[in-house]
């Protein structure tokens, strides 16, 4: 078993075993029979919200890199939850790119981009919610670097390739091609300002969805979820799912948000119910988008 794969499954087993521990039946019972169903359905309506706002995002990039549709990119984005339920988070993400079709790697910048606006943004928020830390403000630095001096980056690859280039020409030449079509696309998305700013405001927007959906969800079953305890939540959650490996993050994500709200039977069903109406509902969706798209193309 590869050592990745194992502290996954660690990390899936003490989630588990956390939450477990702070749940009471009885409680659980009253608390799922007295639940506000409007909430719910708010929660819902957010969250497919907060779907169409991260295709629109993508789309909004990778129109101007390519031919493409919103139909296909909203199938991406479904499929992507499919895929993360099976595989890591990060894997999720790359493998749902060949379904806009087009150029792989200019599809796979255009992603890219808004993601690293998405993180470049809860990660300054971290730094409001948890306090400024030096490996925080190193971080956030990073990321400012990243997304605004790409150019670095880009002449650092070039660099490692000419290495390559000595022990296997044909890969080389390979990564290089791969290398220029994926800077090509990050490099005209950030420098068209239009893009780059209705790029930042749907993920500002995207985020914000996914907070008060975590307040809302709190309404529904009576526990009161401040807008800096949502923050906390939906950031450790985060955190802890992408750090874990754990495909859709199951247990980590849980494990997040009970945490920051106080461990709690309400808080642990709060955020067993947040994450199926934002995350594990749109697999089962996700699965049927997907096999509709492969078996439309086969």
Request: no cysteine.
């Given at each position: 078993?590869k ?7 660690l ?8 939450i ?53 990119t909203?199938?991406a ?13 990060s ?18 910048s255009?992603?890219?981009?808004g ?71 990050w ?10 700013t209705?790029s ?42 992408s ?11 849980e ?10 039977t309400?808080?642990?069903l709060?955020?067993?119910?947040y ?8 697999s089962l ?14």
């Open positions: 078993m050592k990745r794969t194992f502290l996954s499954i990390a899936l087993l003490f989630s588990v075993g956390y477990a521990h702070t749940i009471e039946v009885e409680e659980l019972g009253e608390a799922i029979s007295t639940a506000d169903p409007r909430f719910l359905l708010l929660a819902f309506g957010m969250a497919f919200s907060a779907i169409l706002v991260s295709t629109l995002r993508w789309y909004i990039v990778l129109r101007k890199l390519q031919k493409t549709s919103f139909r296909k909203f199938t984005i479904l499929s992507g939850f499919y895929m993360m339920a099976f595989l890591p988070p894997v999720g993400h790359v493998a749902k790119v060949k379904l806009v079709g087009g150029d792989y790697f200019k599809a796979l255009a992603l890219a981009f993601i690293s606006l998405e993180v470049l943004i809860i990660a300054g928020i971290s730094l409001l919610v948890f306090g400024a830390t030096k490996w925080g403000i190193f971080l956030l630095g990073v990321l400012f670097l990243i997304l605004f001096y790409d150019r670095g980056a880009y002449t650092l690859l070039n660099r490692g390739i000419a290495l390559i280039q000595r022990l296997s020409p044909k890969l080389a030449e390979r990564l290089g091609n791969y290398l220029e079509r994926t800077y090509s696309g490099r005209s998305s950030r420098r068209d300002s239009t893009t780059f209705l930042l405001l749907l993920s500002v927007l995207a985020v914000l969805l996914q907070v008060a959906g975590i307040i809302a969800v709190g309404r529904a079953f009576g526990l009161p979820v401040g807008l800096l305890d949502a923050f906390k939540a939906f950031i450790l959650s985060t955190l802890f799912a750090l874990s490996g754990i495909p859709s993050g199951i247990g980590a994500n494990l997040g948000i009970t945490l920051a709200l106080g461990s709690s309400k808080s642990t709060v955020a067993f119910t994450k199926f109406i934002y995350q594990y509902l749109w969706v996700g699965a049927v988008e997907f096999y509709r798209a492969v078996g439309g193309r086969s």
